[in-house]
C-alpha cells in the first residue's frame, strides 16, 4: 500500500516552544479531533501524558493515575493523525525497544513523518509522566530531573506516537516520540525503554506536517526562542 497523499500530522504548538517554558494550554485538547483519531500531547503546565487512542484522550497524572479526558482541558502541545496503517508486520519473540524502533526504520523513510501504533504484549514497560507545573513555569530540563518514573512487566496495551525527521527537530524531537495505555487503562505514560513479548507494529508514513500556532497566546507570540538551546534540551528530555 503506498503512502495516502491525503494523510497528515496535525500539531498544536511546538515540543521547542514546551522546552523553552512555554507551557500556557492555548487550545481545549478536543480540538484535536478534528483532525486526528491517534496521538500525543500534555496539557497546560507540561501537566502529565496524553495518549489520543482510536478517538478517545486519555491522560495519565504524576501519581500514575489514568483518566478519559472531557476534551475541554487546555493544551499546549498535542499531535495527532487520522491513523490508517499503511504497512504493518508481526513480533513472535521478545525484542527490545532499539530493535524494534529499528525493524520499524527499515520500512519507512528517514525524511517523511510517520504515525506508529504497536499492539501487544509488553515483557516491560517504563514510562515517565511530567508533573504539572505553575508558573513562573521552569524550563522544561529541569522538570524531568524530579519526574515520576513506573515500571510493569507483562502488560498488554498500545504504543502511540510519532517517527519525525532530523530537518524537524525542534518543532519534535526527531527519531520516536512514543507513548503507552494498557488495555486495562491503569498504566500510562512517556516511553523511556520498552520489551515487546509479542505483537503487531503498524506504521503510517505522512504526506503534510500541519503545524497549528498558539496565535492567540501572547508570551508564544513575544518570546524569542533559543533554537540551538531548544535543540539540545529536547534531546535531553526526550
Given amino acids: 500500500m503506498g503512502i495516502n497523499h491525503n494523510s497528515y500530522v496535525y500539531q498544536h504548538g511546538t515540543l521547542g516552544g514546551l522546552m523553552e517554558d512555554l507551557m500556557d494550554g492555548t487550545v481545549p485538547i478536543k480540538e484535536l479531533l478534528a483532525h486526528g483519531t491517534d496521538g500525543i500531547g500534555t496539557l497546560a503546565g507540561s501537566n502529565g501524558e496524553v495518549i489520543f487512542?482510536?478517538?478517545v484522550i486519555y491522560h495519565v497524572d504524576e501519581s500514575g493515575k489514568v483518566k478519559q479526558l472531557s476534551g475541554s482541558e487546555m493544551t499546549p502541545y498535542s499531535a495527532v493523525t487520522k491513523f490508517v496503517a499503511d504497512n504493518s508486520f508481526s513480533i513472535t519473540k521478545?525484542?527490545?525497544a532499539e530493535d524494534v524502533k529499528k525493524a520499524i526504520l527499515e520500512t519507512?523513510?528517514?525524511n517523511l513523518f510517520a504515525g506508529v501504533k504497536i499492539s501487544g504484549t509488553f515483557s516491560k514497560m517504563?514510562?515517565?509522566v511530567s508533573p504539572k507545573q505553575v508558573k513562573p513555569y521552569p524550563k522544561f530540563v529541569e522538570i524531568i530531573k524530579n519526574q515520576p518514573e513506573f515500571e510493569t512487566t507483562d502488560v498488554k496495551g498500545t504504543i502511540v506516537g510519532f517517527f519525525t525527521p532530523k530537518l524537524f527537530h525542534?518543532?519534535?524531537v526527531a527519531g520516536f516520540h512514543l507513548h503507552f495505555l494498557s488495555d486495562d487503562?491503569?498504566?500510562?505514560g512517556h516511553i523511556?525503554?520498552?520489551e515487546l513479548l509479542n505483537g503487531d507494529v503498524e506504521t503510517m508514513e505522512e504526506a503534510e506536517l500541519r503545524q497549528h500556532f498558539p496565535v492567540d497566546n501572547r508570551e508564544y507570540l513575544t518570546h524569542e526562542?533559543?533554537?540551538a538551546r531548544v535543540q539540545k534540551d529536547i534531546e535531553k528530555a526526550e
Fill in 94 to 96: 521478545q525484542t527490545t
Fill in 225 to 227: 526562542i533559543d533554537v
Fill in 192 to 194: 523511556l525503554d520498552f
Fill in 170 to 172: 525542534g518543532a519534535s
Fill in 126 to 128: 517504563h514510562v515517565r
Fill in 185 to 188: 487503562r491503569t498504566f500510562a
Fill in 53 to 55: 487512542l482510536d478517538g
Fill in 108 to 110: 519507512i523513510s528517514p
